[in-house]
């Protein structure tokens, strides 16, 4: 019998929760918004069999090191009381530990305001989902970083996934010439109406606090299961560690990802191995210039 950490829901509510890293989050949200060109239509992922070769990466073959400290999922809900679980997964989110996994269940459709897809710079609409998202308990550090494969990369504690950082051409989705549009919290639906997050999403209620002047909460986890966090670290600025994978070691939380105000704003590549249960068919592999 696993343990349930299911977290029957809360109405749906837009209400941004106000903490210390909502200035931060404004500046994060607000910075790509305006600038970004006109969107060629179906941004996101490219469909199956189109875009980049695929590079398929089984977790299998990869050697497994030595991890550091690591704070598994199971840990951090464990140490949340029922009305944090409550309060971080929404009505939409079922989470339950079986098989070593925490395992996700979501219908993909965002619990804050979005705008009205389609929209003039966005021909998709967002569209419900049957999502099973597995994030190991037990995150294992690859030998090497792990490129990130279009789609759903991770899954935010309100069951909206995270993309990586690169549009179909494989530049740069978020800052720049190439950069796609996101609404006022963050985030579009691709082709297969899958509302995504490609950057620290505005309108995430965490039920994890965020100190003033301390580390950023937890706002959800990557397919490896290593957990990410808001902007800040344990000093309240932005870390200056962060490797290519865009995470960093504390003595709190062991191996774990930041969002970032720079490239690659989420994750980066995958630190650890990643369950590829999580990629269900072909899928096409991102990485630089891909
Ligand atoms: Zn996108
Ligand atoms: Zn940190």
Redesign the pocket.
């Known amino acids: 019998m696993p343990d349930d950490l299911e977290a029957p829901g809360l109405p749906k509510s837009p209400t941004v929760k106000t903490s210390p890293d909502l200035l931060a989050l404004l500046v994060f949200c607000a910075a790509a918004v305006p600038v970004a060109p006109a969107q060629s239509p179906g941004a996101g992922p490219p469909p199956r069999g189109g875009g980049p070769e695929p590079r398929e990466r089984g977790g299998a073959s990869l050697t497994v090191a030595l991890p550091a400290a690591v704070q598994p999922a199971a840990q951090v809900l464990s140490a949340l009381t029922p009305a944090q679980k409550t309060a971080g997964f929404s009505s939409n989110v079922r989470a339950t530990v079986s098989g070593g996994q925490l395992v996700v269940t979501s219908d993909g459709l965002p619990n804050h305001e979005t705008d009205h897809f389609p929209t003039s710079y966005n021909p998709n609409r967002i569209l419900r989902q049957n999502y099973t998202f597995r994030i190991p308990l037990a995150p294992k550090f690859a030998e090497k970083p792990t490129p990130l494969p279009f789609g759903p990369i991770g899954v935010a504690i309100n069951g909206i996934p995270f993309y990586n950082p690169y549009n179909r051409e494989g530049r740069d989705a978020v800052m720049g010439p190439n950069a796609e549009i996101f609404d006022s919290c963050c985030g579009h639906p691709d082709q297969l109406g899958r509302y995504h997050y490609h950057k620290f999403p505005l309108c995430i209620r965490s039920p994890f606090t965020s100190a003033a002047g301390g580390?950023?909460a937890l706002i959800g986890w990557a397919f490896d299961g290593f957990a990410i966090?808001g902007p800040n670290?344990?000093n309240g600025q932005p870390?200056t560690d962060l490797d290519e994978c865009n995470g960093?070691v504390?003595a709190v939380?062991g191996y774990?990802y930041?969002v970032t105000a720079k490239f690659p704003y989420v994750l980066g590549a995958y630190k650890g191995l990643v369950d590829m249960s999580n990629f269900p068919g072909s899928r096409v592999w991102g990485g630089p210039g891909r």
């Open positions: 580390h950023a966090f670290g344990e870390p960093h504390d939380r774990h930041h």
